[in-house]
C-alpha cells in the first residue's frame, strides 16, 4: 500500500504564492505518476497538474499553466507544488494523487492512491 500526506496550504492574498508538498510512503517503488486535484464546494474534483516519476514529464490544466510549478524528489518520495499568482478561484481543497501506471491522465477516478487534502484559501 502507499500512503500520500499533504502539507501546506492555508490562506494567502490574489496574486501571492503558496507552496504545497506530498510525501509518500510505503511501496512508492511502484509510483509511475504523481499529481495534484483540487475540489471546490459543490464542484467536482478537477486536474490540476501531474509528473512522471522517471522522465519528469508534466501536464498541467489550461488553468494553471504559467503561474503553477510541480516538481518531484524521487530521493525524498515527495512531489511539489509551487503556486503564483494565486487568484480566488484557486481556492479549494487540494489532494495529492498517485497512479501505478504511467500515464498523465486527468481523471480522478484513474487514480490508485489519495491524499487527505489541505485547504488552499486566496482571498481577493
Known amino acids: 500500500q502507499v500512503q500520500l500526506v499533504e502539507s501546506g496550504g492555508g490562506l494567502a492574498q490574489a496574486g501571492g504564492s503558496l507552496r504545497l508538498s506530498c510525501a509518500a510512503s510505503?511501496?512508492?517503488?511502484?509510483?509511475?505518476?504523481m499529481a495534484w486535484f483540487r475540489q471546490s464546494p459543490g464542484k467536482e474534483r478537477e486536474f490540476v497538474t501531474a509528473?512522471?516519476?522517471?522522465?519528469?514529464?508534466?501536464r498541467y490544466d489550461d488553468s494553471v499553466r504559467g503561474r503553477f510549478t510541480i516538481s518531484r524528489d524521487n530521493a525524498k518520495n515527495t512531489v511539489n507544488l509551487q503556486m503564483n499568482s494565486l487568484k480566488p478561484e484557486d481556492t479549494a481543497v487540494y489532494y495529492c494523487a498517485a497512479r501505478r501506471d504511467y500515464a498523465l491522465g486527468n481523471v480522478p477516478g484513474s487514480y490508485d492512491y489519495w491524499g487527505q487534502g489541505t485547504q488552499v484559501s486566496v482571498s481577493s
Open positions: 510505503g511501496r512508492t517503488f511502484s509510483l509511475a505518476v
Open positions: 509528473i512522471t516519476t522517471n522522465s519528469g514529464s508534466t
